[in-house]
Structure formats: C-alpha cells, structure tokens
C-alpha cells in the first residue's frame, strides 16, 4: 500500500499489513507457534541486553514528538533481531497490530482478552479514583482486584466534577451494556480533562466505523475484541488505542512482563477476522437499528399489533441509541448505532419465554459474532431487572430476524394471556 493515500476501513482491513511479516510473500499467514528464535549467526549483529537499552534511550531522548507515525517504528526495539521471546511479540500478533493500527488511526497494543487490557490500562495510568457507572460488570472485577494493592477508590460515573483531581480516570462505556443507549464522550472529556483527569471510553459496542471517541476528545479507546473485531465467537482479544506513542511503548513493556500478549492461535484468528470485519459491524448495526424500531413499534403502536397478532402491552421497554433522540448521539455515531439492543416484556415469567420461541437466536452470553444472539441478561448479570432480554444481532438477513422476533413475540403473548405455552421451537 502506498503511504500516501488515505485508504478506508474496509481496503485497509485487508491491505494493511501485506508485506508486514517475515515471509512478504504469504497471503495469509503461517501460525507462529514457536516461543523462541534463534539469534543472528553473525556475532557483529549481536547486540547485549545493556547497549540493546543504552541505544533505545538515545533514540528516545531524540525523538521526544508525540505525533502518530503508524509507519513501522524507525527503530525496532530488538535492533536488527525482529523476535526473540514470544511473550514480547511474535509475527501475526504484529501483523495484527499494524492493521488495527491503520484501521483505527492510532497506535494499538492488543491483549490476551478484553479484561486483560482493561487490567493493564488501568495500572499504567494509576488512578487515585476512578469515575465509572454500571455497564460491563467485569470491568468493576478488575477494579476490584486492583484495589487490593491501591487502594484506588471507585467514584459513580455522575459524581461531582470537583471530587476528580489530576492523574484520576472517568472510565465511560458507551454505547453501554446491556442496554445500547449512548453516553456524551464530549461531555465527559471537558469534565475529566478541567480536573486534569484521563477519559477513556470502551467502544467495544460501537467498534469503528460507528464511532471514533478520540474525535470527542477520548484519551484511551479500549475495546474488547473478543466482539466484533473477533466476530466469530472463536476467540478473547482486547486493545488499547492510543496517540501517544510513550504511551504505547510503555503499554508494550508491561504486557512483556505481565504476560499479557494474545496467544499465537488467538492472533491469527484475529488477523482472519479483519478481513471481513467491516462488512460484518456495518450490516450487524443496520439490522439492529431495523430490529430496535420493529421493537419500539410494538411497544407503542396498537394497530401494528393488532396487524401482527402481537398482544398490545407485551413490550414495555426497548433501548437502542438510534431510538434514544439525544442530539449528540447522531454527532458521536455517524456510521450507525452498534448491534445490541435490549428489550422489556411484561412479566418476567413471559420474558423467560422468548429466548425458547426464537429460532434463528441462540440464547447464549457474549456478542459480537455472526449469529444473533439474545440472553435473558438475569442469567449472568445479578443487577439487572428480571423483565430484561439483551440483543446482539448477527450478520443473517434482516427480514428473517424480524419475521422471527414477531412470531415469538406472538406466542409470548399467547402464553401471557393463557398461562400456558402455546408454541414451540417445533411451531
Ligand atoms: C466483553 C466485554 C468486556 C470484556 O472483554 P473480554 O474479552 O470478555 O475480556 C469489556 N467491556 C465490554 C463492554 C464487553 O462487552
């Protein structure tokens, strides 16, 4: 590719990184399976651990600019030896990098799962308080195994601007889990950054193109690409995005010591998906934004109900940043409004009916991969209310989906007038 043309997100997923690895020649790569590499056999190529540092440092002092330059570093690290260790790097873990790199225009370090880069940003920056609602509630696990050596005290995500100092984090999850409406990055990056404070934003709900938080003034964008990166339910990957690149190289040298890169298979899976990826994220989040309303058309529309053999009142609640009418939803989400949704039914003994009537959803955990998925969130989130089903809308034809979803929302109704069920799978 030439580095002087601006490419899009779907040439750069496949193109970015041809050429990048030790074999030019391979289309898609071998998986690098081996931990060690021999050395140069020329002894004048060796360079020692200590001149190895001592050169490192000279090229930093030199180059104190903090510009993105997402060209190939200048200096590799290793001087001329490109792998020795596989907990440092190895090939498709760079490779994957590079192209993540270009397709979200900032430097990223990937991680063995979305957690593990949720662990290791979060140690790098050392918050004294961190600001953050509900949402993904692993992330408050991390927290909560951080506190044991920092005492770093949890603040809620609406606490007063004044009760941030410098150094101190707003974490902020948006689109959020699990009902996809949308908090105002803008908003909270003047409130962090007046107190001297970091944003970061997870984006794992509304990957790139859908929004880029770094435009609303994020500092860190962390994503699990164990979702839609990932899309195939085969994978754990997460990434840190930065534009510092002192940032990154320090992101880089914890997760040599912590142990924390993606697996030699993991990576390669990851490469794979790129490829695909955005052809996958952009008609995962039409549909859903087709469902979302078909959705908001039950709850309020009686006629349509009526029309459809739904049982008017059945659907109480459904939540989706396209229905969500806040002006900087639109302004934050050009390229569409993420794949989950969440929706209310009546009674709780009706909602744990609908996974069951659904049969082109597999009533499952997790998100991001080409099947539909929906979950009657009580199973694995004990904060939310027992009405509540969670959405995450795969890559099958939009008509299917919404034919689906209205004849399992017929027999829901069925069941919650009569009591009894009145479908099957085998209907
Ligand atoms: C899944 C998820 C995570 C954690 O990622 P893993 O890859 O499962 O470790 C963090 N944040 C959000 C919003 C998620 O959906």
């Known amino acids: 590719m030439s580095e002087n043309i601006t490419y899009g997100l779907s040439t750069l997923a496949i193109h970015a990184d041809a050429g990048y690895g030790p074999d030019p020649l391979e289309v898609s790569p071998a998986i690098s399976v081996s931990t060690i590499w021999r050395y140069p056999e020329n002894p004048d190529e060796w360079k020692s651990a200590k001149e190895r540092a001592a050169l490192l440092k000279e090229h930093a002092d030199k180059n104190k600019t903090e510009e993105v330059s997402l060209a190939p570093d200048a200096v590799d690290p290793n001087f001329g030896i490109p792998f020795i260790y596989s907990r440092d790097t190895q090939p498709v873990a760079l490779r994957v990098e590079r192209t993540l790199s270009k397709m979200v225009g900032a430097h990223v370090v990937s991680y063995r799962s979305g957690l593990a880069a949720a662990a290791a940003l979060i140690t790098h920056l050392n918050p004294k308080r961190i600001s953050i609602g509900d949402g993904y509630h692993g992330t408050h696990g991390v927290i909560s195994v951080l506190k044991r050596l920092s005492n770093v005290q949890v603040l809620p995500l609406d606490c007063a601007e004044g009760d941030l100092h410098e150094g101190d984090l707003i974490w902020l ?231 689906d979803i209205t004849l399992a929302l017929v027999s829901c109704g069925r069941f919650w007038r009569s009591g009894t069920p009145a479908a099957s799978k085998e209907e």
């Not at 490469?271 to 309303?293: C, D, F, G, M």
């Not at 004990?382 to 795969?394: A, N």
């Open 173 to 403: 999850e948006t689109p959020v889990n699990p009902l996809g409406t949308s908090f105002d990055i803008e908003a909270f990056a003047k409130k962090a950054h007046g107190r001297g404070a970091w944003l970061v934003v997870d984006s794992t709900f509304a990957p790139p193109p859908l929004q880029d938080p770094f435009q609303q003034g994020a500092d860190y964008v962390h994503h699990s690409a164990t979702k839609y990166f990932g899309g195939h339910s085969d994978l754990l990957a997460g990434l840190i995005l930065t534009k510092s690149k002192e940032a990154k190289k320090r992101l880089i040298s914890d997760r040599l010591v912590m142990g924390n890169l993606p697996g030699s298979l993991e990576a390669w899976l990851l490469l794979r998906s790129l490829r695909t990826y955005a052809l996958r994220i952009e008609r995962q989040s039409r549909t859903a934004e087709a469902l979302a309303n078909l959705l908001d058309r039950f709850r309020r529309d009686e006629e349509f109900c009526k029309e459809k053999g739904v049982e008017p009142g059945l659907v109480i609640a459904v939540t989706h940043s396209s229905l969500q009418g806040d002006d900087f939803v639109k302004k934050q989400m050009p390229g569409g409004y993420g794949p989950v949704l969440s929706l209310s039914l009546v009674t709780a003994s009706v909602t744990k009916r609908f996974p069951g009537y659904l049969k082109l959803f597999f009533h499952s955990t997790s998100l991001g991969g080409t099947e539909s998925l929906v979950e009657w969130r009580a199973m694995s989130d004990p904060s939310v209310d027992d009405r509540l089903i969670r959405m995450s809308v795969g890559c099958e034809d939009t008509s299917d989906l919404e034919r």
